[in-house]
């Protein structure tokens, strides 16, 4: 068994990290504070429906904001060497951002159709990719693109390796964006609904490839769903996202089991599971999600909180309570620490 | 379920407002940001003005020759005269250069014309109805003229025939683009709405007439027309001959959008509910395309205006004594005039402004035509 | 007993493949392959399988919004008659739309978004007669309020409504003719989690008021199980399993439907879900496998299974499977915390 380090760093820090799309109608501020550590090996999943920020933050990670987007504050801390490096301020079409982009960060994006071209063999984009960043000989790349696919769980990987993204189905396509990502040997994976587009059995091959990726390379993975099954499945650590705020955070079983936010406690209980009874109502939150333009003030939760505190919840921003290590949550049941106005 | 939301009022307001906006009312408030779109389509408002009646904006006949006043240069309008509003424009000697023999104009700055606003002069006829005299511009001497824009090799008014060149060639664009919209929309629609095998003929109808070269084509039929037409006649048949090409391209768009149409749950919503197909096309899939169609016009209308311009300017197209900025341009031939006389390719400049005006709203209103992308 | 509602007798839907200038015949995909199944009245039966099982294709031959190749589809009528709904023209349909209706998946898709919800909502009404304009307003309001939204919203647009709202005015659309079936394909799955839950309910609450009887098109099994008093699992164009909700979440028959409800994460950390994955993909309805569809996939395959194609067999009352050996094998779906 390797040794354990005692104390690790994390790979990654984000820092009361904050995103705003200005716009005619007015400013959206996508992800307004948001603070998480990834450490190396570990999963982390931030969970969360749409309009919570979710995939805004996966993106300020990449430094992949497009105006009218703009980071306006905050840290994204990356940690290559011994010293960190801040992520947000390196120009986000700058070589150094691009040398990290693929080679130390990589993506899995949502719908692997995309981030494919059509007019190229997968095989050839990912041989590519290996020999930019490991710079060496088509040969060699070749050899470790085969490698790469068996590793991924595609069969025949030699006769594959030539064919284009749209002869492959859903869920080799899908295998085909791991393998890409992986080409490089990244330290820090960000998996971004990688499976919302593909069906529950093939789902289900994905998620086992990849927890049997991360354990082989040992790669901290930023898993970004809005699955609350798959999240359980895969995530050592669990963000709870609404309204661009961090609702609450903390490891996977405590958040199962031990949820100390309304949202998550009203989530789980809503979600319908194959043990439910059959034909009954299930408890509901209350209320829509509200638009972007019209974020309600104070907690962004409390318009549809049944734990509302009166005159508390409606006017101040709960701030992100740290509770012991690695758990926090941002509620005026757990701690009276407000955002400063 | 109420939405238990505390939005301050003005917040709420807006939010009424654009949850109860029409179609057209998003289409406009997304057009409106659009600047340069805005500001061309003041110009085309302007322009079409002057379709509508350009006596008015004429300053004299635009036939009246005179060949002792042949390429008078551009006479520069002054608005201020000592300070006070007092329009003017220098005016101009002419000298016969004893070597060359040609006239040779120089302007006199201290000789002004006095130029006023509503004056009148040759009478016309407003939208060809009602008796009139009323010029927006005028020498104030009766017996004077002006050349605000210079005169060509007879002496005519280039200022004026201008004016009266818009009035053609945009309605020609105009009158043109309307006739393919309603063509390419019954066949395009025909086309796409009931496929198969009328689909089939219409399709490779178009194709035929995309693959027929179009100036020997535009080149015969304008030859066949009767030489004795009059040119109120050969504008018209120019007009057809001209939409009978340019159809094509929007019966295909039209067609398309049928065919993404078809597919869309809101109209397989409306089968289910029962509609016949007469409903169907009208109250669900004309409306969606209906915006798209007035964008792509408008993008269409300029190619129509180069297509006239290049027509007429081969001599082709609308023959003088009728008058288009292509008939204009006609004057600008040769070289020599180039040389002696470059005011002479204003009418060229004009129909730059004009097509350019006409792509910004297009493209203006084709980013706006679909207010729900988002 | 009365018959049931719907009927739906040996249903076929093929596609042609056509390849080249010619458009060619060159094969068939075979999207719905023999499907037979009955509705009853008031009942709810989830249409169950993964992306081209072709219950979607199922579900809009019913409606008619595409014409099956062959096959019957019964339907009882408020008379008792029974009438073919597979071979009727668009013409012979009008009047029977009153009685089946459609929610879609997609909550901002499925409204006209050039008009505004009485429009949207009335459009059904106003085909089926009802020309005063005052009487659709009230029935209009009358339905806004039994889904969950405010009559005041009627001349709003779509465009200021969230997916779960649109969701509540698609299904106020449905029920605007008072239909007797609703098929509802995939209704919540566009939907954000914490709307879901209100979506269903809603759906639940309709469906016991106004005595609907459903068809629920879903791939989402814990959706499946939470509405529906039957299931019906599809797998390449066929029926493979046909029971009551409860017997098929205790003890599914067909290997698949097992693997089906196996591959659902379990939100819960300590239930681990990595033990049985299927294996491979789902084969292609143009050139489906000899014999059990499943066979290639299945860790119960036999050679038998190769050889010889396994028909729908009812195995326990009311509860049939398409597979040889589905009275022996014993599949507890085990999701114990």
């Known amino acids: 068994m390797p040794p354990i380090p005692t104390v690790t760093e994390p790979l990654l820090s984000v820092r009361d990290l904050r995103v705003s799309f200005r716009l005619d109608e007015g400013t959206v501020r996508a992800v307004d504070g948001v603070s998480f550590d990834v450490f190396p090996g570990q999963v982390v999943g931030i969970v969360g429906e749409s309009g919570c920020g979710k995939s805004v933050t996966m993106r300020a990670i990449l430094q992949l904001i497009d105006p009218p987007g703009r980071i306006t504050s905050g840290e994204i801390l990356y940690r290559q060497d011994a010293t960190p490096i801040d992520l947000t301020r390196l120009p986000p079409r700058g070589r150094s951002m691009r040398d990290l982009r693929g080679a130390e960060i990589a993506l899995i994006p949502q719908e692997p159709m995309a981030a494919f071209s059509p007019v190229h063999t997968v095989g050839s984009q990912i041989i590519e990719a290996i020999m930019l960043h490991e710079r060496c000989g088509r040969e060699q790349a070749r050899a470790a693109t085969v490698e790469l696919f068996r590793d991924v769980g595609i069969s025949m990987p030699e006769q594959r390796i030539d064919a284009y993204s749209w002869q492959l189905s859903g869920g080799l396509r899908q295998r085909a964006m791991i393998a890409m990502a992986l080409s490089c040997k990244p330290r820090l994976l960000i998996a971004d609904e990688p499976t919302t587009a593909i069906d529950v059995t093939t789902q289900a091959q994905i998620l086992a490839l990849l927890r049997e990726l991360q354990r082989k390379y040992d790669t901290a993975i930023i898993f970004i769903t809005h699955d609350l099954g798959v999240i359980a499945q895969m995530a050592n650590y669990v963000v709870v996202m609404y309204l661009g705020r961090i609702m609450e955070e903390g490891p996977v079983d405590e958040i199962f089991h031990a949820p100390l936010h309304p949202y998550t406690k009203a989530l789980l209980r809503s979600i319908p599971s194959l043990n439910s009874e059959t034909r009954t109502a299930l408890p509901v939150i209350a209320g829509t999600l509200p638009h972007p333009f019209n974020r309600p003030s104070g907690c962004p939760f409390h318009p549809r909180c049944e734990d509302i505190i009166a005159g508390c919840c409606a006017t101040a921003v709960p701030a992100l309570h740290t509770l012991g290590p690695r758990r926090a949550v941002s509620c005026f049941l757990h701690s009276d620490a407000a955002e400063p106005a | 379920m109420s939405d238990v939301q505390t939005i301050p009022v003005a917040a709420a307001v807006a939010e009424e407002r654009i949850a109860v906006a029409s179609n057209w009312k998003l289409v406009w408030w997304r057009f409106r940001r659009h600047h340069l779109a805005m500001i061309s389509a003041g110009l085309l408002i302007c322009l079409y003005l002057v379709v509508l009646c350009p006596d008015f904006f004429s300053t004299q006949d635009p036939e009246r020759t005179d060949a002792r006043q042949a390429f008078i240069p551009v006479q520069m309008l002054h608005l201020f005269d000592d300070g006070s509003l007092n329009p003017w424009v220098p005016s101009i000697v002419g000298k016969r250069n004893p070597v060359t023999l040609r006239m040779e104009w120089t302007t006199d700055p201290r000789r002004r014309v006095h130029v006023g606003f509503f004056t009148r002069g040759k009478p016309y006829q407003l939208f060809g109805l009602f008796p009139a005299n009323i010029h927006l511009l005028g020498a104030v001497d009766p017996g004077q003229r002006i050349f605000l824009l210079g005169s060509d090799r007879l002496g005519r008014d280039q200022w004026s025939r201008i004016m009266h060149g818009t009035q053609t060639s945009m309605t020609v664009g105009l009158v043109a683009v309307t006739l393919s919209v309603i063509f390419g929309v019954v066949l395009g629609g025909i086309s796409g709405y009931f496929g198969g095998m009328i689909d089939l003929v219409i399709q490779r109808l178009i194709e035929l007439l995309q693959s027929v070269p179009t100036i020997p084509i535009w080149l015969a039929l304008s030859a066949a027309l009767p030489r004795d037409w009059t040119p109120i006649q050969v504008f018209f048949a120019i007009t057809v001959i001209l939409s009978l090409i340019g159809w094509t391209t929007l019966a295909r768009e039209v067609r398309g959008r049928f065919l993404a149409l078809r597919e869309e749950d809101f109209v397989l919503a409306a089968r289910l509910a029962g509609c016949g197909r007469m409903r169907i096309i009208l109250r669900h899939m004309v409306p969606t395309f209906l915006s798209h169609i007035i964008a792509t016009s408008s993008l269409a209308i300029p190619v129509m205006i180069i297509n006239e311009t290049s027509l007429s300017f081969l001599g082709l197209g609308i023959r003088p004594p009728a008058i288009s900025w292509g008939v204009l341009l006609q004057e600008a031939q040769n070289i020599q005039t180039l040389a002696l006389a470059p005011w002479l390719l204003i009418p060229g400049l004009i129909v730059i402004v004009a097509v350019l005006a006409f792509n910004l709203v297009g493209d203006g209103l084709r980013d706006a035509s679909d207010p729900y992308s988002h | 007993m009365t018959a049931p509602l719907l009927d739906v007798r040996g249903l076929r839907k093929f596609f042609p493949i056509a390849k080249g200038m010619m458009r060619r015949v060159t094969g068939q995909v075979r999207a719905v392959d023999d499907v037979s199944f009955t509705v009853r009245e008031g009942e709810a039966l989830g249409l169950v399988g993964e992306s081209g099982c072709g219950k979607t294709t199922t579900a809009r031959c019913i409606l008619r919004a595409i014409d099956p190749t062959e096959g019957q589809i019964l339907y009882r009528m408020r008379d008792d008659a029974i009438v073919d709904l597979a071979p009727m023209s668009a013409a012979d349909l009008g009047p029977l739309r009153k009685d089946i209706q459609m929610i879609f998946q997609d909550p901002f898709g499925s409204l006209n978004p050039r008009m505004t919800l009485f429009d949207n909502v009335g459009e059904p009404l106003l085909v089926h007669g009802m020309r005063s304009r005052r009487e659709r307003m009230d029935r209009v309001a009358e339905l806004l309020r039994l889904v969950g939204l405010r009559p005041e919203f009627m001349h709003r647009f779509p465009h200021a409504f969230s997916g779960g709202q649109r969701q509540r005015i698609g299904i106020a659309r ?96 300590r239930v681990s879900g990595a033990d049985a994955i299927l294996k491979g993909e789902v084969p292609s309805p143009a050139s489906p496998p000899s014999g059990c569809y499943f066979h290639p996939r299945c860790r119960f395959a036999e050679e038998r299974c190769q050889r010889e194609a396994p028909v729908l067999q009812e195995v326990a009352p009311g509860h049939f499977a398409r597979c040889h050996f589905a009275a022996q094998l014993e599949l507890g779906v085990a999701q114990t915390v």
């Open chain 3, 174 to 269: 449905a029920l605007a003719t008072g239909p007797r079936l609703v098929v509802a394909d995939e209704p919540v799955s566009a939907l954000d989690v914490s709307v879901q839950a209100q979506v269903l309910n809603l759906l639940l609450e309709l469906q016991t008021r106004l005595g609907l009887t459903f068809l629920f098109v879903a791939h989402d099994l814990s959706v499946v199980r939470h509405i529906c008093d039957r299931v019906a699992v599809m797998y390449v164009g066929q029926l493979v399993e046909l029971a009551p909700t409860d017997a098929v979440f205790r003890r599914p028959r067909h290997p698949y439907t097992a693997a089906l409800m196996r591959a659902v994460p379990v939100p819960d950390p």
